[in-house]
Nanobody, 119 residues
Framework: QVQLVESGGGLVQPGGSLRLSCEAS????????MGWYRRAPGKEREAVAV???????SYVDSVKGRFTISRDNAKNTVYLQMNSLKPEDTADYYC?????????????WGQGTQVTVSS
């Protein structure tokens, strides 16, 4: 079994920063792409940022220059550093990872962590 556990969400004022972490644990052979998604109230889920196993990154336009995704392959962990946060960044943030193990290869999701940007 594979688990993705997120941490680091919370309440922050506009302009502030938060760092999200997501650790994958369990039966894991390899982790390919890892990413962060979010779902704001009343909106569709969107991909925020992804990082490949070699470190190539991609961001949605609305967070470019403010968010940074990174990963520590030795710790099976992906991070999302969020700076200059705006109220429109308020959402539930979910970690996603493409993982292979004894059962095969598929995408796994974390349980989500809430980020609220408000004064």
């Amino acid at each position: 079994q594979v688990q993705l556990v997120e941490s680091g969400g919370g309440l922050v004022q506009p302009g502030g920063s938060l760092r999200l972490s997501c650790e994958a644990s369990g039966s894991i052979f390899s982790i390919y792409v890892m990413g962060w998604y979010r779902r704001a109230p009343g909106k569709e889920r969107e991909a925020v940022a992804v990082v490949t196993s070699s470190g190539t990154t991609s961001y949605v336009d609305s967070v470019k220059g403010r968010f940074t995704i990174s990963r520590d392959n030795a710790k099976n962990t992906v991070y999302l550093q969020m700076n200059s946060l705006k109220p429109e960044d308020t959402a539930d943030y979910y970690c996603n990872a493409d993982i292979s193990n004894y059962s095969g290869r598929r995408y796994y999701w974390g349980q989500g962590t809430q980020v609220t940007v408000s004064s």
